[in-house]
């Protein structure tokens, strides 16, 4: 490589997916992908910065509008070989026609390693190995990348049959589903093409990995900042005994509801930005559950916990509601019922089962002097819900591939399922403690737990971020 | 090994924090984590070096205090660490004069009734005892429950007294800012009140400090006039009591009393003997008849003392202890909530981009293309059609197979197959093969047949061009679009995408007389 900096040409055919898998690779989803070929008309630099400083160079190319010219050129030409990109782009800079085959070979020129993408549904041709052959003349450092568009996989054979004869390394990378451990992959086969590079290849490995546990760590803090911010929020009302006190009550249901909703959105958002989607809204699965009302009676039928492992939790965090009864009190019962509430938490998770979603129940109203307030939020419940849409929302954002630009995944629930699908009711118990330490130390609004407590539960969302951005499932 | 974090470094720590957190809130940190990147990066630290969040936590505070100096702004902990050392040189001296002005207004001595021993030694010492034993008491106490603050007024009014100063110092510091610099430091109060509860042991040590550092101050100057009372005054002490002590008993108790210090002062020296307490008792009935001059001298070695170690000594220690605890509390000091673990975080990931940059112009500017190399134009005057085979379909899709799909193009027969696009044919030789066998065969026109899924590249509509150049401008030429093919069928229907695609390309190349069709309908 003559440049300063390490610089990987991505070329091939058009409408090979070059662009998606450079999308993927580099995170960007404001690259111009296209099922039209020839997208990509001009050469796009993707320098890879840590900490200002440019450590390597993608970039992407139009694809081969000449191969069979350009080969019958090449083999023709009989001057010095490392000559021969040089002259073959003087010859033809001025012919509109080989405009693009000289992008992409002005890279390669330059010195930098090749990775050849190529759709590995669809069967190898005569112009494939025409491409292959350029490259092979050119002496550059080449990766073959097979790009698995579809699902087809008939051709593979035949691929990797062929890609043996011209190239260092070999790598089936699909570029719409691809997540991070196979971009990691990806750039460790770089190291393949040539040994020189692996000191700055591992760099900058190290750097996406620690990168990406940085991303889940913010994850997890916005995440946490939600489960505060809404468990704790609480609205009022002035009520005067003239007044409607159901509709109020009704409209501070409202409110909170909508405040609830807001903040999700707000996390949402956050997190996309934290792991780059920034162009192109993500789209969730049509009858996704994540496309469901937060309040929705298929959201409380589908995520957070079971029954059973409510009643559980009920008897961690029911002294909250005894609470709510000595307030009511005027205090005079002396925290009576707080010592009780442990048994009526759990009693009155188990009777009631599903009318906890019934937003008195859930929200806890509080009805003194001449003002009503709904919230802190009294039903553990909406705790793992909030959780589990947060996990399942970013699972999705995090296996969303940067160059995917379809919609058209299978459904998170099926309309006649009825097991839990979210995250948190596959939790074991000591996960679900934390989860209700921290909901009554919120409650009692005891800093030193709640701090302990929320460490401990950053350090779980860290954890299943983890285990869901190595899932292929989403 | 931990770089001592102090006070006034926790509260700048936390006041720093706190004027973060609106960028946190907005939910984007890229800002916060370029500025603790570079400071870190600064440093010349590597993270493999894994620098522990208190390392972290002083570099970053470092670099943050040179940023605030450069503007000259002043932050809490060094208005912290202002108001706490006035504060303890205001109380030291304070309590040294008072405990100077109440000794010499107690040691006054006129030459008729001896000052009163027993009098000096319950308010000077026996009160001091009784408050130590308290305080000892209070600490057991606390140890044992694990209180988490020293559960006492007294050092609960002394904390809230110093945070009241601090606020209204920090107050007076802020009239020479701008508006939102006050704003700023109005975060302070806040931040005070949160750091109370995150560290509110660690804050009311420097009370219980400035507490052992008056009553220092208080025994200093006790110690300090009784000296100088024996030494430039003429002092007779006495002792006298209503309750029926016998002088034996006194004595033992004397004794008792002054054990710590007796083995370091001759026998007659460090306490009064049972003749010097006799020749010492003042009863005032009888007026100054039993007192005897060695008796009222005897005193004032036992006072020193007295005063020495159970006044100044246990505040000495207390003052010591108090400063280990605050000492080792912010040693101990975990580091780890979230705003530490958010900054260790900024702190040591890298910062990465790769983004597409700017697009690079292309290589060539529209020129004119190079000229084409004059084909020779025949006229196609006879019937049938040449079927241009690619070399992958060749042998899987003999011309008789084609025949039937052909047929609607209404040329007659016959149709004649012609291989293209091996890899070691040439694109002239093809031309040249092309322009014989339409000559030889009298043929009508030519039929390429194309993959469409493989997309329509400059290669391809070249092609189409010197074909049209070669046969002329209205004889027939057509493209016949097939599928991919499947295992045992090669022509199969065109996806409409492509179709779409290649009818569109074509398009472009201006031909009235270019047919594209599928070759295969569904």
Same mark, same amino acid.
């Given at each position: 490589?003559?440049?300063?900096?390490?610089?990987?040409?991505?070329?091939?055919?058009?409408?090979?997916?070059?662009?998606?898998?450079?999308?993927?690779?580099?995170?960007?989803?404001?690259?111009?992908?296209?099922?039209?070929?020839?997208?990509?008309?001009?050469?796009?630099?993707?320098?890879?910065?840590?900490?200002?400083?440019?450590?390597?160079?993608?970039?992407?190319?139009?694809?081969?509008?000449?191969?069979?010219?350009?080969?019958?050129?090449?083999?023709?030409?009989?001057?010095?070989?490392?000559?021969?990109?040089?002259?073959?782009?003087?010859?033809?800079?001025?012919?509109?026609?080989?405009?693009?085959?000289?992008?992409?070979?002005?890279?390669?020129?330059?010195?930098?390693?090749?990775?050849?993408?190529?759709?590995?549904?669809?069967?190898?041709?005569?112009?494939?190995?025409?491409?292959?052959?350029?490259?092979?003349? +050119?002496?550059?450092?080449?990766?073959?990348?097979?790009?698995?568009?579809?699902?087809?996989?008939?051709?593979?054979?035949?691929?990797?049959?062929?890609?043996?004869?011209?190239?260092?390394?070999?790598?089936?990378?699909?570029?719409?589903?691809?997540?991070?451990?196979?971009?990691?992959?990806?750039?460790?086969?770089?190291?393949?093409?040539?040994?020189?590079?692996?000191?700055?290849?591992?760099?900058?490995?190290?750097?996406?990995?620690?990168?990406?546990?940085?991303?889940?760590?913010?994850?997890?803090?916005?995440?946490?900042?939600?489960?505060?911010?809404?468990?704790?929020?609480?609205?009022?009302?002035?009520?005067?005994?003239?007044?409607?006190?159901?509709?109020?009550?009704?409209?501070?249901?409202?409110?909170?509801?909508?405040?609830?909703?807001?903040?999700?959105?707000?996390?949402?958002?956050?997190?996309? +930005?934290?792991?780059?989607?920034?162009?192109?809204?993500?789209?969730?699965?049509?009858?996704?559950?994540?496309?469901?009302?937060?309040?929705?009676?298929?959201?409380?039928?589908?995520?957070?916990?079971?029954?059973?492992?409510?009643?559980?939790?009920?008897?961690?965090?029911?002294?909250?509601?005894?609470?709510?009864?000595?307030?009511?009190?005027?205090?005079?019962?002396?925290?009576?019922?707080?010592?009780?509430?442990?048994?009526?938490?759990?009693?009155?998770?188990?009777?009631?089962?599903?009318?906890?979603?019934?937003?008195?129940?859930?929200?806890?109203?509080?009805?003194?002097?001449?003002?009503?307030?709904?919230?802190?939020?009294?039903?553990?419940?909406?705790?793992?819900?909030?959780?589990?849409?947060?996990?399942?929302? +970013?699972?999705?954002?995090?296996?969303?591939?940067?160059?995917?630009?379809?919609?058209?995944?299978?459904?998170?629930?099926?309309?006649?399922?009825?097991?839990?699908?979210?995250?948190?009711?596959?939790?074991?118990?000591?996960?679900?403690?934390?989860?209700?330490?921290?909901?009554?130390?919120?409650?009692?609004?005891?800093?030193? +737990?709640?701090?302990?407590?929320?460490?401990?539960?950053?350090?779980?969302?860290?954890?299943?971020?983890?285990?869901?951005?190595?899932?292929?499932?989403? | 090994?931990?770089? @001592?974090?102090?006070?006034?470094?926790?509260?700048?720590?936390?006041?720093?924090?706190?004027?973060?957190?609106?960028?946190?809130?907005?939910?984007?940190?890229?800002?916060?984590?370029?500025?603790?990147?570079?400071?870190?990066?600064? =440093?010349?630290?590597?993270? #493999?070096?894994? @620098?522990?969040?208190?390392?972290?936590?002083?570099?970053?505070?470092?670099? $943050?205090?040179?940023?605030?100096?450069?503007?000259?702004?002043?932050?809490?902990?060094?208005?912290?660490?202002?108001?706490? =050392?006035?504060?303890?040189?205001?109380?030291?001296?304070?309590?040294?004069?008072?405990?100077?002005?109440?000794?010499?207004?107690?040691?006054?001595?006129?030459?008729?009734? !001896?000052?009163?021993?027993?009098?000096?030694?319950?308010?000077?010492?026996?009160?001091?005892?009784?408050?130590?034993?308290?305080?000892?008491?209070?600490?057991?106490?606390?140890?044992?429950? $694990?209180? /988490?603050?020293?559960?006492?007024?007294?050092?609960?009014?002394?904390?809230?007294?110093?945070?009241?100063?601090?606020?209204?110092?920090?107050?007076?510091?802020?009239?020479?800012?701008?508006?939102?610099?006050?704003?700023?430091?109005?975060?302070?109060?806040?931040?005070?009140?949160?750091?109370?509860?995150?560290?509110?042991?660690?804050?009311?040590?420097?009370?219980?400090? *400035?507490?052992? %550092?008056?009553?220092?101050?208080?025994?200093?100057?006790?110690?300090? =006039?009784?000296?100088?009372?024996?030494?430039?005054?003429?002092?007779?002490?006495?002792?006298?009591?209503?309750?029926?002590?016998?002088?034996?008993? %006194?004595?033992?108790?004397?004794?008792?009393?002054?054990?710590?210090?007796?083995?370091?002062?001759?026998?007659?020296?460090?306490?009064?003997?049972?003749?010097?307490?006799?020749?010492?008792?003042?009863?005032?009935?009888?007026?100054?008849?039993?007192?005897?001059?060695?008796?009222?001298?005897?005193?004032?070695?036992?006072?020193?003392?007295?005063?020495?170690?159970?006044?100044?000594?246990?505040?000495?220690?207390?003052?010591?202890?108090?400063?280990?605890?605050?000492?080792?509390?912010? /040693?101990? %000091?975990?580091?780890?909530? #979230? #705003?530490?673990?958010?900054?260790?975080?900024?702190?040591?990931?890298?910062?990465?981009?790769?983004?597409?940059?700017?697009?690079?112009?292309?290589?060539?500017?529209?020129?004119?293309?190079? !000229? /084409?190399?004059?084909?020779?134009?025949?006229?196609? =005057?006879?019937?049938?059609?040449?079927? %241009?085979?690619?070399?992958?379909?060749?042998?899987?899709?003999?011309?008789?197979?084609?025949?039937?799909?052909?047929?609607?193009?209404?040329?007659?027969?016959?149709?004649?197959?012609?291989?293209?696009?091996?890899?070691?044919?040439?694109?002239?030789?093809?031309?040249?093969?092309?322009?014989?066998?339409?000559?030889?065969?009298?043929?009508?026109?030519?039929?390429?047949?194309?993959?469409?899924?493989?997309?329509?590249?400059?290669?391809?509509?070249?092609?189409?061009?010197?074909?049209?150049?070669?046969?002329?401008?209205?004889?027939?030429?057509?493209?016949?679009?097939?599928?991919?093919?499947?295992?045992?069928?090669?022509?199969?229907?065109?996806?409409?995408?492509?179709?779409?695609?290649?009818?569109?390309?074509?398009?472009?190349?201006?031909?009235?007389?270019?047919?594209?069709?599928? *070759?295969?309908?569904?």
């Amino acid at each position: 490589m003559t440049t300063s900096v390490p610089i990987f040409a991505i070329v091939g055919h058009p409408n090979e997916g070059k662009s998606s898998v450079l999308s993927t690779l580099a995170e960007d989803d404001s690259v111009r992908v296209s099922p039209i070929p020839g997208e990509t008309t001009e050469v796009q630099s993707f320098p890879v910065t840590i900490d200002g400083r440019e450590i390597i160079r993608f970039v992407d190319t139009p694809g081969f509008q000449n191969p069979r010219q350009t080969l019958a050129w090449m083999q023709a030409y009989n001057g010095p070989a490392n000559q021969l990109l040089p002259a073959f782009i003087a010859a033809h800079r001025d012919d509109p026609g080989f405009r693009d085959d000289c992008s992409l070979l002005t890279p390669v020129a330059q010195g930098a390693g090749v990775i050849f993408v190529v759709d590995g549904s669809r069967p190898l041709r005569n112009m494939d190995k025409a491409e292959m052959e350029i490259l092979r003349l +050119t002496g550059a450092p080449r990766l073959a990348v097979i790009n698995s568009k579809g699902e087809d996989s008939r051709y593979l054979d035949d691929w990797h049959a062929e890609f043996r004869k011209h190239f260092n390394a070999i790598r089936v990378f699909n570029s719409s589903r691809a997540n991070y451990a196979q971009r990691i992959e990806l750039l460790e086969s770089l190291k393949a093409i040539d040994q020189q590079l692996e000191p700055l290849l591992k760099m900058v490995i190290s750097t996406f990995q620690s990168d990406w546990q940085a991303r889940h760590q913010q994850t997890a803090e916005l995440i946490l900042e939600l489960l505060r911010d809404v468990l704790d929020y609480r609205t009022t009302a002035s009520c005067s005994p003239k007044d409607d006190e159901i509709a109020i009550k009704m409209k501070l249901t409202q409110n909170y509801m909508d405040y609830v909703s807001h903040k999700e959105q707000q996390t949402r958002k956050a997190i996309r +930005t934290l792991y780059k989607h920034t162009i192109f809204d993500l789209e969730l699965a049509p009858h996704s559950i994540l496309e469901e009302d937060l309040f929705s009676d298929k959201t409380w039928e589908f995520l957070g916990l079971t029954d059973k492992q409510l009643v559980l939790a009920g008897a961690i965090s029911g002294a909250t509601i005894g609470a709510g009864i000595d307030l009511a009190a005027g205090g005079i019962s002396f925290g009576v019922f707080s010592a009780l509430g442990g048994f009526l938490g759990a009693a009155g998770t188990l009777f009631k089962g599903k009318d906890l979603l019934n937003s008195f129940e859930l929200l806890g109203f509080q009805v003194g002097g001449e003002s009503i307030q709904v919230g802190p939020a009294r039903n553990i419940q909406l705790l793992f819900i909030l959780l589990d849409r947060c996990l399942l929302f +970013t699972a999705q954002v995090i296996n969303w591939a940067h160059g995917r630009r379809d919609y058209d995944q299978k459904a998170l629930i099926e309309e006649a399922d009825s097991e839990k699908k979210g995250v948190t009711s596959g939790w074991d118990n000591d996960d679900r403690k934390v989860c209700s330490q921290f909901f009554q130390a919120l409650q009692k609004q005891d800093t030193d +737990t709640l701090e302990k407590t929320s460490k401990r539960l950053h350090e779980m969302i860290v954890r299943q971020l983890q285990q869901l951005s190595e899932d292929r499932s989403f | 090994m931990k770089p @001592p974090l102090t006070l006034p470094d926790i509260l700048d720590i936390e006041f720093l924090f706190k004027r973060d957190e609106p960028r946190l809130e907005q939910g984007d940190d890229t800002e916060l984590r370029r500025r603790d990147r570079s400071i870190f990066v600064a =440093t010349k630290l590597t993270s #493999a070096a894994e @620098p522990t969040t208190r390392e972290l936590a002083d570099l970053w505070l470092r670099a $943050r205090r040179q940023e605030y100096q450069r503007q000259q702004l002043p932050l809490p902990g060094q208005i912290w660490r202002e108001t706490t =050392t006035f504060s303890a040189v205001l109380l030291f001296l304070l309590s040294l004069l008072i405990g100077s002005g109440m000794a010499a207004s107690f040691l006054r001595y006129d030459g008729t009734t !001896p000052v009163n021993v027993s009098g000096f030694f319950a308010l000077f010492i026996l009160v001091q005892l009784l408050l130590l034993f308290l305080n000892l008491a209070l600490l057991g106490y606390r140890s044992v429950r $694990r209180i /988490k603050a020293p559960q006492s007024v007294l050092y609960a009014l002394l904390g809230q007294g110093l945070s009241n100063l601090f606020t209204s110092l920090l107050k007076r510091s802020q009239k020479h800012l701008t508006a939102s610099r006050r704003l700023d430091l109005q975060a302070v109060s806040g931040s005070l009140r949160q750091f109370r509860q995150v560290y509110g042991n660690l804050l009311l040590w420097p009370a219980f400090i *400035l507490l052992q %550092l008056a009553g220092s101050g208080f025994n200093l100057g006790v110690l300090l =006039t009784l000296l100088a009372k024996i030494s430039f005054t003429d002092i007779a002490f006495g002792w006298q009591s209503t309750l029926p002590l016998t002088d034996a008993f %006194l004595a033992e108790l004397v004794r008792l009393i002054a054990l710590p210090w007796a083995w370091l002062l001759p026998y007659d020296w460090a306490y009064p003997g049972l003749e010097q307490i006799i020749g010492s008792k003042i009863v005032l009935i009888e007026g100054n008849l039993r007192l005897t001059s060695a008796g009222v001298v005897s005193w004032w070695p036992f006072l020193l003392g007295g005063i020495l170690v159970y006044g100044l000594l246990p505040r000495l220690l207390l003052l010591g202890w108090g400063s280990y605890q605050l000492h080792s509390g912010l /040693k101990n %000091l975990p580091c780890d909530s #979230a #705003a530490f673990r958010q900054l260790r975080r900024r702190m040591l990931t890298p910062l990465v981009h790769t983004e597409a940059q700017q697009q690079i112009p292309p290589l060539a500017a529209h020129q004119e293309p190079t !000229p /084409k190399p004059e084909l020779s134009k025949l006229s196609l =005057t006879g019937s049938g059609l040449l079927v %241009l085979i690619p070399d992958e379909l060749w042998d899987a899709c003999p011309i008789d197979l084609l025949t039937p799909h052909l047929g609607n193009l209404d040329k007659g027969s016959p149709l004649v197959a012609i291989r293209y696009g091996a890899i070691e044919q040439s694109g002239t030789a093809l031309l040249d093969q092309i322009s014989i066998t339409l000559e030889d065969q009298n043929l009508a026109g030519i039929v390429v047949i194309q993959e469409a899924w493989q997309p329509p590249i400059r290669e391809v509509t070249t092609r189409l061009e010197q074909l049209r150049r070669m046969i002329g401008a209205s004889a027939p030429l057509a493209v016949a679009l097939v599928g991919r093919p499947v295992a045992d069928n090669p022509l199969t229907p065109v996806h409409s995408q492509d179709l779409s695609i290649w009818l569109k390309t074509t398009q472009a190349l201006a031909d009235p007389y270019l047919d594209v069709f599928p *070759l295969v309908r569904d």
